[in-house]
């Protein structure tokens, strides 16, 4: 441990919205760095948001109170920037599948070029979170299914404020 600054990282993401595995792998991280500073990114250049940056933020925040060394912040800059803005020195991401290595991979070599002293440092999924992804539950929650054992309950509750029964015209599957 250092005398004088924590050591720490960020975990950067759109978090649109936030889910179980997003929240292992904060969870799993803060017990590793002494300081998480969770990066909202505010308007994602590569996807439209569901839900508003506050809403997201607000997500977070409820669902990791209780834990101490994690603070929700936004940012708007290149991810190194924001890094930099808080003396980060790594970058933590989690994995689910070669896919998510496909475009992580791509993301690691740009920013490694732009801050070669910002590492990023990667985190499996737990094997009970591999498979859900915020378009996923999106998707999953639009069409009026249950999304409460892959987000946290604020989540879930707002999904079922949005879409009550489902997408207006959303055909029933057979196995519902």
């Given at each position: 441990?250092?005398?004088?600054?924590p050591?720490t990282?960020?975990?950067?993401?759109?978090?649109?919205?936030?889910?179980?595995?997003?929240?292992?792998?904060?969870?799993?991280?803060?017990?590793?760095?002494?300081?998480?500073?969770?990066?909202?990114?505010r308007?994602?250049?590569?996807?439209?948001t569901?839900?508003?940056?506050?809403e997201?933020?607000?997500?977070?925040?409820e669902?990791?109170s209780?834990?101490p060394?994690?603070q929700?912040?936004?940012?708007?800059?290149?991810?190194?920037?924001?890094a930099?803005?808080f003396?980060?020195?790594?970058m933590?991401?989690?994995?689910?599948?070669?896919?998510?290595?496909?475009?992580?991979?791509?993301?690691?070599?740009l920013?490694?070029?732009?801050?070669?002293?910002?590492?990023?440092?990667?985190?499996?999924?737990s094997?009970?979170?591999s498979?859900?992804?915020s378009s996923?539950?999106?998707?999953?929650?639009?069409?009026?299914?249950n999304?409460?054992?892959?987000?946290?309950?604020?989540v879930?509750?707002?999904?079922?404020?949005?879409?009550?029964?489902?997408k207006?015209?959303?055909?029933?599957?057979?196995?519902?």
């Amino acid at each position: 441990m250092s005398d004088s600054q924590p050591v720490t990282c960020i975990c950067p993401g759109s978090y649109d919205p936030v889910t179980l595995g997003h929240l292992d792998i904060i969870r799993r991280t803060a017990g590793i760095f002494e300081r998480v500073i969770v990066g909202v990114v505010r308007d994602p250049q590569h996807k439209a948001t569901m839900f508003s940056v506050e809403e997201r933020v607000g997500f977070i925040a409820e669902a990791l109170s209780d834990v101490p060394n994690v603070q929700v912040e936004v940012f708007s800059d290149l991810v190194v920037e924001f890094a930099r803005r808080f003396g980060a020195r790594t970058m933590v991401k989690g994995l689910r599948a070669i896919s998510d290595f496909e475009w992580e991979f791509q993301m690691h070599h740009l920013n490694r070029n732009l801050a070669p002293e910002v590492e990023t440092m990667y985190l499996m999924s737990s094997p009970q979170y591999s498979f859900i992804s915020s378009s996923g539950v999106k998707e999953v929650a639009s069409f009026g299914g249950n999304v409460d054992d892959l987000v946290p309950e604020p989540v879930a509750r707002r999904f079922r404020e949005l879409f009550p029964q489902g997408k207006p015209g959303a055909p029933v599957s057979p196995q519902e």
